[in-house]
């Protein structure tokens, strides 16, 4: 074994010295020399992954693609679809609603028919002022129970039977002056409450209708201007007593009167109402004298037969025979006196009910909303404020539970197609109670039914439109048939005196709102 030289060892150094010393010679690639950067070959796979990954086509290339004939194909193919599509839906949508069932058109109506009219016949009874003041002061009243339209007076300045005496265009000092009238006839527009004015001449005598044959001429023709005065003042129609009479004896004199009143101007383009009032009590008088006098409406006592029978059968013959919106009913007035004398204070509820149930316009004398009783006269004074007494009578929550059951009523008539214009289907008839539908076209359908009787009774109501079942929506005697409770229509058995309006579904499903009490 040979022995180094120092030469050989220096040189051996040096390399040695060499290996270990950075070869950077200026790199600035961060990695030290020496440190050598292996690629794995799971990393050169990534790597070759990335360069071959799709970077999307560029403009050019876009349109060269899109050009091609398998592209245009599929976009005509698209376009063609999409189209078919949308008129396969329209003509689907076109067939429905052909198939679909059309709606009723409404019924040309009047305001007179939207709501019930309220007589006022003597101004000193209604109010503690005794005037057409106090008359204005309780208009929120009237509009609470959804009054529509307001019959107030007579109030003209006249003698008892002396047609001399007659001053149409005055308003007697009794009941208040010209610019009292005015107020409270502003005040009841702004609140959507029409007013008509009664003035039949002789209101306050005895002898008539307009005193007599020799004075009906003269009469007449002195109500002719004043017709125009208070058309002129902003009244909403007219109402005249002994209409079958006047017309006969001066025809001519009544078919100006019906012109002046009934004719639409530019000045008044708001129709007028002229309401008749009649003695009669057939349904025959009725619809004749409807055609002869050309009223709007008629005030009658067709409703006043002692037997349901007939009265169902009246009914059922002026709805055939006319138009519903030309119909009125009533069962009390200045004449008649108030409901509750009437029928008894046990049935006012039961007649609230029949009333604001039937086809065409309910007529209330002042008081019937809260049973008010006739004593010595036809004009007893009305009751006010009962509401605010703690110690309330048992007699003056009987009113206060009255006058909520006729608002409820009055609201829901007011809401419902049906109860408005609907048609009228008899179901049930006999000498003691009366069963009939109100159905308008896809609105709710309402059944009221009325027992006259001292006693119990079934009714067996069956007809294609009804549903077995029913449920309460008011009831004159809610112990006996609660609201929302459930009822067999084949067999509804009503209490004695009592009335209640069914619907298929309750009241909450469309008058929730509504506080309805005994």
């Not at 049935?347 to 009783?373: A, C, R």
């Amino acid at each position: 074994m040979g022995i180094k030289s120092p030469v050989d060892m220096s040189t051996e150094e040096t390399n040695v010295d060499a290996l270990k010393r950075p070869l950077d010679n200026g790199d600035t690639s961060g990695e030290k020399n020496g440190a050598v950067k292996l690629k794995m070959p799971e990393d050169e796979e990534e790597e070759e992954e990335r360069e071959a990954a799709f970077t999307g086509l560029n403009k050019d290339e876009l349109l060269r693609v899109a050009g091609t004939p398998r592209w245009v194909r599929i976009r005509w193919t698209l376009l063609i679809l999409f189209w078919l599509g949308w008129f396969g839906m329209l003509a689907g949508s076109v067939l429905i609603i052909l198939q679909a069932p059309r709606c009723r058109e409404l019924p040309a109506t009047n305001w007179w028919n939207d709501g019930p009219l309220y007589q006022i016949g003597n101004i000193q009874a209604f109010s503690n002022e005794q005037n057409l003041k106090g008359v204005e002061q309780k208009l929120d009243y009237l509009s609470q129970l959804k009054v529509r339209g307001l019959v107030i007076g007579p109030l003209h300045v006249a003698l008892p039977n002396d047609p001399t005496s007659l001053i149409f265009e005055e308003v007697s000092p009794d009941v208040g002056t010209l610019q009292q009238f005015r107020s409270f006839l502003q005040a009841a527009h702004k609140l959507g409450i029409s007013v008509v004015l009664d003035l039949t001449p002789n209101y306050l005598g005895s002898t008539g209708p307009w005193f007599s044959n020799i004075s009906v001429t003269s009469v007449a023709e002195r109500l002719k201007p004043a017709l125009v005065f208070w058309l002129n003042e902003g009244v909403d129609g007219v109402q005249l007593d002994g209409v079958e009479r006047v017309s006969t004896v001066v025809p001519s004199l009544w078919s100006d009167i019906r012109a002046i009143v009934q004719n639409e101007t530019q000045e008044h383009p708001n129709k007028r109402v002229l309401i008749g009032v009649s003695e009669r009590s057939s349904p025959e008088d009725v619809t004749s004298l409807l055609s002869s006098t050309g009223v709007d409406l008629l005030i009658s006592k067709v409703l006043l037969s002692p037997d349901a029978t007939a009265r169902a059968q009246s009914i059922q013959q002026l709805y055939s025979d006319h138009n519903q919106s030309r119909l009125c009913w009533s069962l009390s007035g200045r004449s008649q006196g108030h409901l509750a004398s009437l029928v008894g204070p046990a049935l006012v509820k039961l007649h609230h009910l029949l009333l604001l149930t039937l086809p065409g316009t309910p007529f209330f004398n002042y008081g019937d909303e809260i049973g008010l009783m006739d004593t010595d006269t036809n004009f007893p004074s009305m009751l006010w404020d009962s509401d605010k007494d703690q110690n309330q009578t048992l007699q003056e929550k009987a009113e206060l539970s009255t006058r909520s059951f006729f608002r409820s009523l009055s609201d829901l008539r007011g809401k419902q197609r049906s109860l408005l214009i609907g048609d009228f289907v008899l179901l049930f008839n006999s000498s003691s109670s009366l069963a009939y539908m109100r159905v308008w076209d896809q609105n709710t359908r309402f059944v009221a039914a009325l027992n006259w009787a001292d006693e119990d009774v079934v009714l067996q109501l069956r007809d294609t439109m009804l549903p077995p079942q029913a449920a309460v929506v008011m009831s004159t005697n809610s112990s006996f048939l609660p609201a929302e409770s459930t009822v067999d229509l084949n067999q509804l058995q009503l209490g004695p005196g009592q009335a209640a309006l069914l619907a298929r579904h309750g009241i909450k499903m469309f008058c929730a709102a509504l506080q309805c009490h005994d």
